[in-house]
């Protein structure tokens, strides 16, 4: 980690930290301070951290913020908003946090809901607890056609490769998440850039994590938005395919065998013979212009019936599967005392 932790001079130090909250700060000088103006006195603590911002967030933040709560840290080379978060998670826990609350620095973000956000984690209903933009349809319309259908699409594929198929709006950064489930986390292999949030869905599946949505009102004002649309799009397809494919192996076949396990691979077995074989006669007797015989027709549909049928009972048990027992009550508190190899 490539950070220097910069603590405000104030009178009092701040207290051990129960809920603590991470800014990660690039380009948002003109919004930041009314963001951390907004931070509740539940909280705890604060950790703003610069990711090499050209516009100077971090010293601003140290210069003109004077609540003690407060400390910046400055990444000395720029590692994208996953790095980011992932430095104010571990000063969080270096500071004893409970929970930690992730706040973009641009105030799309109400803080004033963090209470509402944090509550569901500290109650044991989930372990990650995160925005969902889309709960209120009266708002939709103000959010631009692009994002909007974006988040749709995003969220959609998400499901597929998370297994979180109960959420909605992946790349909400807006979110609280459990230290406990925190430090089991493979945070060396978290995503750093845009993609972190859809990559730490996938991570939380793969320890049997609780996720669920809370809803919030979108806000849209004038702040400017780092992530281009047409570069990520091919990114995250890749990742995404990658992240699915792994959670696959993880889930079913690694760490665990199911009903759903043979009914997938022998699905895939039967679609793919029944294709094979369909194409392979269809490509011979269009060539030679000859009828195919009504058994050869059964030959290659009868499997692609029913390997379609299998897929879609898998389709169903990995739907039933999102985990429903919150993670953290049965983690210790400090971690391991030999640590699991991260997946």
Known sequence: MSARPFPLDHDQPSPTPRIAVVVPCFR?????????????????????????????????????CRDPRVRVAFHEENQGVGGATLTGYRLALDGGATVMVKVDGDGQMDPELIPRLVRVVLQGDADYAKGNRFFHLEGLPRMPLARLLGNSILSFVSKLSSGYWNVFDPTNGFTAIHARVARVLPFAKLDKGYFFESDLLFRLNTLGAVVVDVPMPVRYGDERSSLSVGRSAAEFAVKHAGNFVKRILYNYYWRNFHIASVELLAGLAL???????????????????????????????????????????????????????????????AGWDDPPPPP
């Open 28 to 64: 948002v000088r003109r919004h930041v301070l009314d963001v951390l103006r907004r931070i509740g006195p539940e909280c705890a603590a604060v950790y703003v951290v610069d990711d090499k911002c050209p516009e100077g967030s971090g010293e601003h933040v140290a210069k003109e």
């Open 271 to 333: 679609l793919l013979f029944g294709v094979g074989v369909g194409s392979y006669h269809w490509w011979v007797n269009a060539h030679s212009a000859v009828f195919t015989s009504s058994g050869t027709v059964m030959l290659a549909a009868l499997p692609v019936i029913v390997g379609i049928q299998l897929l879609l009972a898998f389709l169903n048990f990995d739907v039933q599967s999102v985990p429903q027992k919150a993670l953290h009550p049965r983690l210790p508190d």
